[in-house]
């Protein structure tokens, strides 16, 4: 079976759809017998990465590429070096931009390259315009949007290019399902605390009004993010005992505690597919949502797999209503769980990426030639930052040396 290497971001406080979904698919691919490894930028050591350490308990193999210091040139020939001693047959990318640089010189060998866009942020749409028309060298041979959305999004943008492919995340079946509500309606917030796309300030907002209006309504937050400590101040503020703020979890945590709700709620100003809203719904919760972008509007069909509401008031209704009527909350919990595991489970999205697999040509052994990268992006929301000549690291070096002596001269 093929080798595969999957580059990716990590960190010890990493919790997203991005690399949560690896978590479940990169053993299900080795059960398959694909031979599987991670390889992860990231500021800290080996030992302190969320989602490498979980995969390194599942017997996946793991690399890591120190973030510190960055340069992308630096950054793409660590890279091509692991290309170089894998010797994968294909490589997946979620839009790591050193590993994009790769592309150019693997795909001369026969190795299939595919990047995966995640969702519509600035940043991710910004390697289209780097990599279709820029740089096309390294222009993957698929290029995967999670959404029906983001994908007809980037096909009209670049129609030219025949290789965008629809293909979503996919959850693993869980241990434990949902039950329906007796004397409280458990809501459950669970992904980044941010601000620009999770709106995160507002819904927190809307919750603690929420669960002052209601009762029996009962509301935990997890995540991180720029925007935590803003979460824990608005919920102090509230002083209701029905919203806690429950911390940091690692994706195995969430999945344990998610069958302990009824609900999972987003509003979000962009998505992908949010793998915390398909491990809600395939564990039987109603969703509860004041959005509808992305793979959301894929997943959600009003009063039949969720709900979306469009003001508190609608909000405040919904969950009086599914609060009041267990029958009728049961009904949408099965019709959630079987949707998704019918759309979105490890089997169904596989059957999708063993479609683009068998397109691949046979791989010859990779050889170290000479690997450059072009000039640097312009777009500066690709951080596209190269190592300075040496001449320039030996000159700031020096200019540091002197204005540390001139300070400790002074301070005699």
């Not at 995967?144 to 980037?154: D, F, G, P, Q």
């Amino acid at each position: 079976m093929p080798k595969i290497i999957f580059f990716t971001f990590d960190s010890y406080n990493v919790i997203n759809g991005v690399n949560t979904w690896l978590i479940d698919f990169c053993p299900f691919l080795k059960a398959k017998g694909y031979e599987v490894t991670v390889i992860a930028q990231s500021y800290h050591k080996s030992g302190e990465n969320l989602t490498l350490n979980i995969l390194s308990q599942k017997g996946i193999h793991i690399s890591l590429i120190p973030n510190i210091p960055y340069y992308t040139d630096s950054q793409a020939h660590k890279c091509w070096q692991y290309i170089l001693q894998y010797k994968p047959d294909i490589i997946i990318n979620n839009s790591i931009l050193p590993a994009f640089y790769t592309f150019a010189y693997a795909k001369q060998y026969g190795v299939q390259c595919i990047n995966i866009t995640h969702n519509h942020s600035t940043y991710d749409l910004s390697f289209l315009d780097r990599f279709i028309s820029e740089y096309p060298l390294s222009k993957p041979h698929h290029w995967v949007a999670v959404s029906k959305e983001l994908c007809n999004y980037m096909m009209q943008k670049y129609p030219k290019y025949t290789h965008f492919r629809h293909i979503p995340c996919g959850v693993a079946a869980p241990a434990q399902y949902a039950l329906p509500p007796t004397h409280t309606f458990k809501i459950i917030y669970a992904g980044r605390l941010d601000d620009e796309q999770k709106n995160i300030i507002t819904l927190t907002h809307t919750l603690c009004r929420l669960v002052a209006a209601l009762p029996y309504a009962y509301v935990e937050m997890y995540g991180n993010g720029t925007h935590r400590q803003q979460v824990t101040d608005i919920i102090y503020q509230a002083k209701n005992n029905n919203i806690k703020y429950g911390g940091q979890v690692s994706p195995l945590e969430l999945k344990q505690k998610i069958s302990q709700f009824h609900s999972i709620i987003f509003m979000s100003h962009y998505e992908g597919t949010p793998v915390a809203l398909m491990e809600g719904m395939i564990a039987g919760l109603v969703p509860l949502l004041g959005c509808k972008t992305g793979g959301i509007a894929d997943m959600v069909m009003h009063e039949d797999t969720g709900y979306y509401f469009n003001n508190f008031d609608e909000l405040v209704q919904t969950v009086s209503y599914l609060y009041s009527t267990p029958a009728d909350w049961s009904k949408i919990s099965d019709n959630a769980k079987v949707f998704v595991q019918k759309k979105y489970s490890l089997d169904a999205i596989y059957k999708l990426w063993e479609q683009i697999f068998a397109m691949r040509e046979d791989a010859s052994i990779i050889k170290t030639d000479k690997f450059a990268l072009p000039a640097p992006s312009t777009d500066k929301t690709l951080n596209d930052t190269r190592r300075p000549p040496l001449l320039v690291r030996l000159w700031k070096r020096l200019i540091i040396f002197l204005c540390n002596n001139a300070l400790l001269m002074r301070s005699k």
